[in-house]
């Protein structure tokens, strides 16, 4: 009997495969914001809280929420619009979409192709990714992978959400977290290394620190008994604040060193650092930790925007380029973090 393996078996046909590793960069990002601005003192009608308890927990004074009838494509698409054209890309230049969501409201089909269809990208892979807050810079690293192995010369890469349909206005632990926004990025070919490796992992056994409170099915029988749409309550988001934190602060921070690391540089090297905009005593660890020097601007749009998840990175590094907060063609740093439990970072060249 034959001892030789399966998958040391020669096989009698070769395929073709392209063999040149190409460079990979962020050739443009773009942002959307909807207009309304929601304070602390709104969400405050709803639970027992107030202005300074909220801003000296979690550094947020402010968020953005859609309109109701504005859905996360919608807000994509304002996005995209923006990074292609400050990317000077044209749609037919687009071999894949990756969208980057938690609240797109339906299992099937994905955000991905509509955004496509609108945007005019004719026939590419298109898809959605659930990986919470460290969504987009999973993105990155597929799209990263993708232009280098020579599948498609440019990726589409967008992070959105619309948490404010998933957010139970009477949680005090969580009502007054979360906002809505889009932020998109062009990952294409390069002549220079653009994004480095990624470090990213999850831990699964850790799914109810930061969960959707009841599956879609467990919704089923409510929506029978109710006996209009708005008596349903839909499923919302909570976490495990302390938790959550605590996590971020001892886990996640050498996560970030290490991806610095990996890029070959230190922290003296960075322009600019773009964490997930969580909470800002989170951000304000992960800097101690990083023993980042003083010039490093650090993102904290959270004040203005709450966590926006997976756009969370994208809107904050589009708005400090935009501003002159963080220059053009610099370094940064970016990690992701949230439900899962779940992370990613990545240190990329700046468009």
């Known amino acids: 009997m034959s001892?030789?393996?399966?998958?040391?078996?020669?096989?009698?046909?070769?395929?073709?495969?392209?063999?040149?590793?190409?460079?990979?960069?962020?050739?443009?990002?773009?942002?959307?914001?909807?207009?309304?601005?929601?304070t602390n003192e709104e969400i405050c009608q709803w639970i027992d809280s107030s202005d300074e308890w909220i801003q000296q927990r979690s550094g947020i004074v402010t968020r953005r929420f859609a309109r109701e009838d504005e859905t996360v494509i919608d807000m994509a698409e304002a996005?995209?619009?923006?990074?292609?054209?400050?990317a000077g890309i044209g749609p037919?230049?687009?071999?894949?979409v990756v969208m980057a969501t938690v609240s797109h409201p339906y299992q099937t089909p994905a955000a991905a192709p509509e955004l496509a269809h609108r945007l005019g990208i004719p026939n590419p892979a298109a898809f959605d990714i659930s990986a919470a807050c460290a969504g987009y810079c999973h993105g990155i690293s597929i799209a990263n992978d993708m232009v280098r192995a020579g599948t498609v010369d440019y990726v589409l890469v967008v992070g959105v959400e619309k948490l404010s349909d998933f957010t139970d206005?009477?949680?005090?632990?969580?009502?007054?977290?979360?906002?809505d926004g889009a932020g998109a990025a062009v990952v294409g070919i390069s002549d220079f290394p653009g994004i480095g490796p990624t470090l990213w992992g999850s831990l699964g056994d850790q799914r109810d620190v930061i969960t959707q409170r009841e599956s879609w099915t467990g919704l089923r029988p409510a929506m029978e008994d109710a006996d209009r749409d708005e008596d349903i309550e839909w499923p919302a988001f909570v976490m495990q604040g302390q938790t959550?934190?605590?996590?971020?602060?001892?886990?996640?921070a050498p996560v970030a060193v290490e991806a610095v690391k990996a890029a070959g540089l230190t922290p003296d090297d960075?322009?600019?650092?773009?964490?997930?905009?969580?909470?800002?005593?989170?951000?304000?660890?992960?800097?101690?930790a990083l023993k980042l020097p003083e010039h490093v601007p650090v993102a904290r749009?959270?004040?203005?925007?709450?966590?926006?998840?997976?756009?969370?990175?994208?809107?904050?590094?589009?708005?400090?380029?935009d501003e002159g907060e963080a220059p053009h063609g610099g370094i940064a740093l970016q990690i992701g973090f949230g439900a899962g439990l779940v992370y990613a970072a990545q240190v990329v060249v700046m468009p």
């Open 270 to 288: 960075l322009d600019a650092f773009v964490p997930h905009q969580a909470n800002m005593r989170i951000t304000d660890a992960m800097i101690k």
């Open 244 to 252: 959550v934190f605590r996590w971020a602060v001892f886990s996640m």
């Open 79 to 86: 996005a995209s619009v923006q990074a292609l054209d400050r």
């Open 92 to 96: 037919e230049q687009i071999g894949a």
């Open 3 to 38: 001892t030789t393996s399966a998958s040391s078996t020669t096989p009698a046909k070769t395929i073709s495969v392209n063999e040149t590793i190409r460079h990979a960069r962020i050739h443009g990002l773009g942002g959307y914001r909807p207009e309304r601005v929601v």
């Open 301 to 321: 749009d959270i004040a203005e925007t709450g966590n926006t998840s997976a756009a969370s990175i994208p809107l904050a590094m589009s708005r400090m380029l």
């Open 169 to 179: 206005k009477h949680d005090r632990g969580s009502a007054f977290i979360f906002g």
